[in-house]
């Protein structure tokens, strides 16, 4: 029987730290701009109202919008590379999520399903030398819809034929019942899971 295990991204394979607010601020202090309440609200207002309408390069929207309502003069492109290459900076991967990932990829199918810009989510992979782990990668912006969504799960479905699907994921509404609506076995990544025995126990145990 031939299984495909589907991954969540954030917050699950690759990890933040620190809360996204810090990451924007060594943003724009980096480029002289002073990080403000008003300038974090602005920054997080526009990013998520063109997240989720799915419009193009919500980042660079956000850090506009930053630089407007600062009244700076900087080289916007610079901002949106200095915001892409500090969050990298900024995100983990546990070594038992790093070892099990390698271990599970030579026997099964693996995917990562993510909310968000395809481009964008698979330079974490990149960046953490873990994109050839995974068979295929699907990001809602590249099918036209976020998860719980189905449009993201078959996807999945459509370009790795298996016998049965897994997704593992830490929103519950995403990515548990998503998945679960969607065909798929659900995994629920519990918020503050260090990558550690149980979870990988848990994958082992159903593949």
Not at 18 to 40: F, K, M, Q, S
Not at 133 to 148: M, N
């Amino acid at each position: 029987m031939t299984t495909t295990i589907c991954f969540d991204l954030d917050d699950t394979v690759v990890h933040y730290p620190e809360p996204y607010e810090n990451i924007i601020r060594r943003t724009v202090e980096a480029h002289g701009i002073e990080y403000t309440d008003e300038l974090r609200a602005v920054s997080k207002d526009v990013f998520y109202t063109a997240f989720e309408a799915l419009e193009p390069d919500p980042y660079r929207q956000s850090m506009a919008a930053v630089v407007e309502a600062a009244g700076a003069d900087v080289d916007l492109d610079a901002l949106v590379e200095t915001l892409r290459e500090t969050e990298y900076a900024s995100t983990t991967v546990p070594d038992a999520a790093r070892d099990s990932l390698t271990a599970l990829a030579a026997d099964n199918q693996l995917a990562i399903v993510t909310n968000g810009v395809r481009e964008r989510q698979v330079g974490k992979l990149e960046h953490h030398g873990l994109a050839d782990l995974f068979d295929r990668f699907v990001a809602s912006y590249e099918v036209g819809a976020h998860k719980p969504d189905s449009a993201p799960f078959d996807r999945i479905r459509e370009e790795l034929p298996a016998d049965e699907y897994v997704m593992v994921g830490n929103e519950y509404e995403t990515d548990v019942e998503g998945a679960r609506n969607a065909g798929f076995v659900p995994i629920h990544y519990e918020s503050g899971d260090d990558g550690g025995p149980d979870l990988w126990d848990s994958i082992d145990a159903l593949v």
